[in-house]
Each structure stands twice: as C-alpha cells, then as structure tokens.
C-alpha cells in the first residue's frame, strides 16, 4: 500500500486528471439515468442501500476477473483479455448507468490496492475510460426501455462504441503514453505487433491498432454481451425482488 501512496505523490497531477475524467464520466451517467426516470414515469433516488451493497459486490468479482486477465496470441503480451465487464454490465443492466461508473472505478480502485500499478496509472486509466465506453452506451439504451431487443441492441452498441472508442483511443494516447513511460521509441511497440501479427505492417501505427486492439475489444464486447444476454434474464428476477424489497421497506419506515 505504502507503494501505491508513493506512485500517487509521484504522479499527482495525473491522478487528478485521472479523477476529473471520473467524475464527468458519473455526471454525465447521473443525467442521462435521470432523463431516462423522467421518460419512464420513476421517480427514486440513483443510489440506495441495497444498490450500493450490490454495487460492491459487483465491483468486487469484477476485480477478481481483471486480474485474471490472458494475453492473446495476434496482440503482444501488454495487451490482455478480460472478463470484467461482465458483472459490471449485469449488474449496470440492473441498477442504471450511473451504478455502472461506480462499479469500473471501485474495480479499478480494488486492483490498486490489491496489485498497485506498473503503468503509473495510464493503464488504469485506460481500462476504467474503455470499460465505461462499453458499458455507458449499453446501459443508457437499455435504462429508457428495458425490452429483450433493447438489450440486444445496447449490447451492441456498446461494443461498437468500445470497437471504435479503444482503437481510436490506443492510436492517439495509450500508446504515445506507453512510449514515454517506458522510454521506448514507438517502432520498438509497433515492432511487438509485427512478431505476432502477419497483418501489422512495420512502422504503422493504424494497421497495429486495427490488427491487434480492434479485434481484441470485439472479443471482449461480443462475448461479454452474449454472456450477459444469456444469464440476465435468470437474474433478473433475484435482482428485481430485492430491489422492490428495499423499497417496501423505505414505505413502511415511512409510515412510522
């Protein structure tokens, strides 16, 4: 932990970047989950008890599957696969956008604590921005109706965005940072995608985006959507019981 405070200090001025970018990211989910209330006829808060005890205990598995993350073999090996997206989107599906932000940035956090940082922060910073690129989209389509083919279009949506965002992304900022971090001149980083992929050409930095990063975001959102398609609908009726619980135990203080 010690090690983590120092990464902080030493980096301070990102770290605050860092939480600005966080903080727009949950302002911009708080509006959008407040337009869909006021489109659907709801009114409750964004946040109550049971949603943030689930709101931790989503965030929590999502950290276990960060770590677990792989590499795969047409990408180089600083770039890795994961599952974590997936409780965040079910349990995003669940309890709205602006739950969704919480859960990528308590992940993140958990993982800092747990394994600290070995990027100074930029890959952090990088998985929290393209998750929510995921996650966003698909939860705000799905937040103003919530049907079967709305999920279905969400989640396609959302990995179209993450497709598009996470490339583009890469190309102009993840990989100039890696650069400099690392004190590597950005032909030594294109040459690890040519090793591994026929379809990098030498010293492109889009044919390494298009060939190694795109595919890879694919991946993950087709496979977490259909992942998600396939187990929400089992939990949802757990998901909805406790929440309509909540809320008859908010009338019934109320009442005394």
Known sequence: MSDLFQKVSENALYVFGFFGIIVMLFVLA??????????????????????????????AIAMI????????????????MDFSELPILVGTFAFGPAAGVMMEFIKIVLKLFIKSTSTAFVG????????????????????????????????????????????????????????????????????MGVTVNPLVKEGSIVSF???????????????????????????????KSAHLMEGRRKQIRSKF
């Open 209 to 239: 985006v298009a060939a190694c990063v795109a595919p890879l975001n694919l991946l993950k959102g087709c496979s977490v959507s259909l992942i998600t398609l396939l187990v929400y609908k089992p939990l949802s009726p757990i998901l």
């Open 30 to 59: 708080v509006l959008f989950e407040r337009a869909a209330q006021k489109r659907n006829g709801i009114n409750e808060p964004i946040f109550n008890t049971r949603k943030i005890t689930m709101i931790g205990l989503f965030s």
């Open 65 to 80: 599957l960060h770590l677990a993350d792989f590499p795969l073999p047409f990408a180089p090996v600083f770039y890795k």
């Open 124 to 191: 952090d910073l990088a998985n929290f921005v393209v998750g929510c690129s995921f996650i966003l989209p698909a939860s705000v389509i799905y937040t103003f109706r919530k049907t079967k083919k709305n999920a279905v279009i969400a989640c396609a949506a959302g990995t179209l965005v993450m497709t598009i965002f996470g490339t583009a992304f890469n190309a102009i900022y993840l990989l100039p940072a890696f650069s400099g971090l690392y004190g590597l001149q950005m032909d030594e980083i294109l040459a």
